[in-house]
């Protein structure tokens, strides 16, 4: 791969051990294929700052460090890296996900000769068989296989010069936490779509993250609300389904499993339910069952989590 032609580029925030086993495992590829990494920190002090520059000491001249205001909200580090790159194709990743840049290279370098929009990977296998390379030109095709899968930073790699600054500006305003999934469907409902579906699992999660900032901070519910007015914004050109395929992903984060998960991480209480209340009543959820859980002892959340085995990890972000 030649230089300047794609960037991975990892948004992260006061993780340094998160961005120095990230590092580790994906600098030694990247220079190998002449990819290039940046970081873009918000971080209140210098730890993953330090561990950069160590890293380009030790010859790694393909590792770039970007410092950001620490009152950025997540979403908001996104433009820097679709917008203006100066590579020819991106790579955004979460810092809780290690992509296997060894194991798809050549297809990555095959695809971006063919020159798609984007590259899309799927994050799990979901029981169906592995593919490589299936053609998508239709938008409703690209939601019905990777609407949930592009949720997750890491699972799509988009050319450059895609988004404009104007067009990113008012996405940030309408789409916030899922800012990218509502970019790629918005441009793509207007547009020819030139995209390739690799149902390849991508990743390895970095064993240092054990929950994504909007679970740890109490904001899932928040974040949930924001998923909804994902839904309700797309163009009118996804409307005869739209509704289904979010379904999913609403049961993914507020199914019975994962609320017993919820009350028992701290982001389900009574003035969390009754602030979100909106948000059960949208998706037909029984505000009697959330509140008998809301009224539970935790304890007794605990338990539940281990009967279904259900405490697994969050690392979208």
Same mark, same amino acid.
């Given at each position: 791969m030649e230089k300047g032609q794609l960037l991975i580029a990892v948004p992260t925030k006061d993780h340094p051990q998160y961005i120095a086993?990230?590092?580790?495992?994906?600098?030694? *590829?990247?220079?190998? $294929?002449? +990819? *290039?990494?940046?970081?873009?920190d918000s971080s209140a002090g210098n730890a993953t700052k330090d561990i950069v520059e160590e890293k380009v000491s030790q010859g $790694?001249?393909?590792?770039?460090?970007?410092?950001?205001?620490?009152? !950025?909200? %997540?979403?908001?580090k996104v433009k820097g890296i679709y917008v203006g790159s100066g590579y020819e194709y991106v790579w955004l990743c979460g810092d809780g996900i290690i992509v296997m840049l060894d194991k798809y290279i050549d297809v990555i370098v095959q695809e971006m000769e063919k020159k798609r929009d984007m590259i @899309?990977?799927?994050? &799990?296998?979901d029981g169906k068989e592995e593919c490589i390379g299936m053609e998508i030109t239709d938008p409703l095709v690209l939601m019905e296989n990777c609407w949930g899968g592009l949720g997750i930073w890491g699972s799509s790699i988009v050319r450059g010069d895609? %988004?404009?600054?104007? #067009? =990113?500006?008012?996405? #940030?305003? *309408? $789409?916030?936490?899922?800012? /990218?999934?509502?970019a790629y469907f918005e441009k793509f409902a207007a547009e020819e779509l030139n995209? +390739? $579906?690799? /149902?390849?699992? %991508? !990743?390895? &999660?970095?064993?240092?993250?054990?929950?994504?900032? =909007? +679970?740890?901070?109490?904001? +899932?519910l928040e974040v949930m609300e924001d998923y909804t007015k994902i839904v309700e914004m797309l163009p009118e050109?996804?409307?005869?389904?739209?509704? #289904?395929y979010a379904k999913d992903v609403i049961a993914t984060y507020l199914g019975?499993?994962? &609320? =017993? @998960?919820?009350?028992?991480?701290?982001? !389900?209480?009574?003035? !969390?339910?009754?602030?979100?209340?909106?948000?059960?009543?949208k998706w037909k959820i029984s505000l009697r069952k959330v509140m008998f859980? @809301?009224?539970?002892?935790?304890?007794?959340? *605990?338990l539940m989590c281990t009967i279904y085995g259900s405490k697994y990890i969050l690392h979208l972000h």
């Open positions: 086993y990230y590092l580790s495992e994906v600098m030694p *590829d990247a220079k190998r $294929y002449h +990819v *290039d990494v940046c970081i873009y $790694y001249g393909n590792l770039s460090y970007r410092k950001m205001p620490e009152e !950025l909200q %997540f979403w908001e @899309v990977f799927s994050s &799990l296998l895609l %988004f404009q600054s104007g #067009e =990113w500006d008012r996405y #940030e305003k *309408d $789409y916030r936490s899922f800012i /990218h999934l509502g995209a +390739v $579906y690799i /149902h390849n699992s %991508f !990743l390895k &999660l970095n064993p240092f993250k054990k929950a994504s900032t =909007w +679970v740890t901070g109490k904001k +899932v050109r996804y409307s005869p389904v739209k509704w #289904e019975l499993e994962r &609320l =017993w @998960v919820l009350r028992w991480d701290g982001n !389900l209480d009574a003035a !969390l339910v009754w602030k979100h209340r909106a948000l059960f009543r859980i @809301v009224l539970c002892p935790r304890k007794i959340a *605990d």
